[in-house]
């Protein structure tokens, strides 16, 4: 059975799986990282009689000497390692990568077209340009790398768009394209003006490619077995951490300041995920990952001026990270870092939702059109089974909660499916207070007649870590009493078994969201250079970037 006929089946089709290949091999365990220890005063052995006046007396008191350092943890050291020292020789993590890069930026440049997103963007002094800044896609900004990083991440998360990664954590690993991006371009810009940014390097395209696949690496393995969610904590905890480790290493900082960064970024303030859920949904999910990158960029830049880390900062008992805010648990790991993470990234093709509904939005289209087909429509719904695996229920399951904004309305599985099945569409402007979506009262009636409930062997599918699908099953009663057969989709467009078929409309998806901003010409010609894997991989950054300005844009 192929990729797409896998998609959408009904009941009455046998129940194939395709075989899925052994898991990776393990990568070559990384090099330790040095450990820096400090020199210590001798110490001074007095007198009985009198100490002889001098100015450091103080020092030759009975004060006890300065501490050794200490060994950084374990699972800092391990990141710092691996974005040193461990290179990325997998062609298909960087054709993946690739089009991750150009999905990413499509998103960003789409959300432009929101107020809401562009009214939080441009420098924090109105009319400041900074000399060789990083130039923000889209727009006629050019700002400090700081700032940059915000502006970059926040139009990219905006949307809920771009790429996935589901596992015991969610995330979204191309969020950490705002802190690359905006620090990358700045290097290169400065270096072309005589600086000497992280060894005077001028940065490729395929250096950023690089920089994003130990970014998603990051982010992704530490999502596999720890749920920050269920301690209240959101994960962009993840994007700071994964654009910290990489940015370091951009700026040319050693692998023991690349240590000194991530330490830093544990022990910054976390993000309370209580934006993201009922009574307080509410637009700062859009930007959480803009400020994120921005919070990386700037610890990294003050571990370059000589800031020092934080060496047990996850492990200290009391104060440490794990104690304070992980319940006294240690992280565990599932692989070493490699390349995984971006080998099996999902892409968000079809729509733009909250991807644990991605197959439930699939499996409603089916419906609606079969629906029209018999002469019927959403009006004719008695109610809705939904038979779905445990991460959808505790995120997006809102069959009575109120959609009071964009943010409610993208966040619940009830919402998105029912304006599928009455519109045959969804869109991003379907969240819109005021729009027609919002306002229905079929869709809001049909919202609240669709029920979920939880299949264990889809959630054992959704964890497996060769497997790693997203299903979703619908199953409709008509108010006749009809029952169809149930709609089941558990791989979604963009999912790595579909891989192949969802590149065409990841392609189409980035020419789309180019369309707004620029001529024909210019989204051929982005189009075309987007396809050229290695013309666009040995492209000065700041020149690539240079080809998204727009200083007569409608939006900003």
């Not at 990776?24 to 007095?46: E, I, K």
């Not at 995920?273 to 509410?282: I, V």
């Not at 609240?448 to 497997?467: A, G, R, S």
Request: overall charge neutral; aromatic content about 8%; charged content about 25%.
């Amino acid at each position: 059975m192929s990729a797409l006929n896998r998609g959408v089946r009904t009941v009455a089709s046998k129940n194939l799986r395709i075989p899925f290949p052994a898991s990776l091999q393990s990568r070559a365990l990384r090099a330790p990282l040095t450990t820096f220890t400090s020199r210590t005063s001798p110490r001074t052995t007095n007198t009985p009689a009198f100490r002889q006046f001098s100015a450091m007396a103080p020092l030759q008191s009975g004060a006890p000497p300065p501490p050794q350092a200490r060994e950084y943890d374990p699972e800092i050291k391990d990141i710092a390692s691996y974005v040193h020292n461990t290179p990325i020789n997998s062609d298909l993590a960087f054709d993946t990568a690739r089009f991750v890069f150009l999905d990413t930026l499509g998103c960003g440049l789409e959300g432009l077209r929101f107020k809401e997103c562009t009214k939080l963007l441009g420098p924090i002094v109105e009319g400041t340009v900074v000399p060789n800044g990083t130039k923000v896609p889209g727009t006629p900004f050019q700002l400090d790398p700081v700032n940059g990083a915000f502006n970059i991440g926040a139009m990219i998360r905006w949307l809920d768009y771009n790429d996935c990664w589901l596992a015991a954590e969610w995330g979204h690993p191309s969020d950490n394209l705002g802190a690359i991006l905006a620090v990358a371009d700045w290097i290169s810009r400065t270096n072309r003006a005589g600086g000497n940014l992280g060894n005077g390097k001028i940065i490729t395209v395929k250096e950023v490619l690089e920089a994003m696949i130990k970014a998603h690496e990051i982010q992704g393995c530490l999502a596999l077995l720890n749920s920050f969610n269920k301690v209240g904590l959101d994960h962009v905890v993840l994007v700071k951490v994964a654009s910290a480790a990489v940015v370091s290493k951009m700026l040319g900082l050693s692998e023991k300041q690349t240590a000194d960064a991530v330490s830093q970024a544990w022990v910054d303030g976390q993000s309370l995920r209580t934006y993201r859920h009922s009574p307080n949904t509410m637009s700062r999910k859009s930007w959480a990952a803009g400020d994120a990158c921005q919070r990386a960029v700037n610890l990294v830049l003050k571990v370059m001026k000589g800031e020092p880390g934080v060496p047990t900062v996850l492990s200290a008992p009391v104060w440490g990270f794990y104690d304070v805010l992980f319940k006294g648990n240690k992280f565990e790991f599932q692989r070493p870092y490699g390349s995984y993470v971006m080998e099996n990234v999902l892409f968000k093709v079809s729509y733009p939702a909250e991807f644990h509904s991605q197959t439930a939005i699939e499996a409603a289209k089916h419906i609606h059109k079969q629906l029209a087909d018999q002469g019927k429509s959403a009006a004719d719904i008695k109610e809705i089974t939904c038979r779905t695996h445990e991460a959808c229920i505790r995120i997006i399951d809102k069959q009575f909660k109120p959609m009071d904004n964009f943010a409610d309305r993208d966040h619940c599985i009830q919402y998105m499916a029912a304006v599928m099945l009455v519109y045959g569409r969804l869109e991003a402007t379907d969240y819109t207070d005021g729009g027609e979506a919002a306002t229905s009262p079929l869709v809001e009636s049909l919202r609240q007649k669709i029920k979920c409930v939880e299949d264990p062997q889809f959630t054992l599918d959704y964890h497996n870590e060769n497997m790693r699908t997203i299903p979703n099953a619908l199953t409709v009663t008509l108010n006749d009493g009809t029952v169809l057969e149930e709609v089941v989709v558990e791989a979604p467009l963009g999912h790595k078994l579909r891989r192949e078929e969802a590149k065409p409309e990841i392609l189409a998806k980035y020419k789309r969201h180019l369309g707004p901003h620029y001529s024909e010409a210019k989204v051929k010609e982005l189009v075309d250079l987007g396809n050229d894997a290695k013309r666009l991989e040995g492209m000065a950054v700041d020149e690539y970037v240079d080809l998204y300005v727009n200083k007569d844009s409608k939006f900003v």
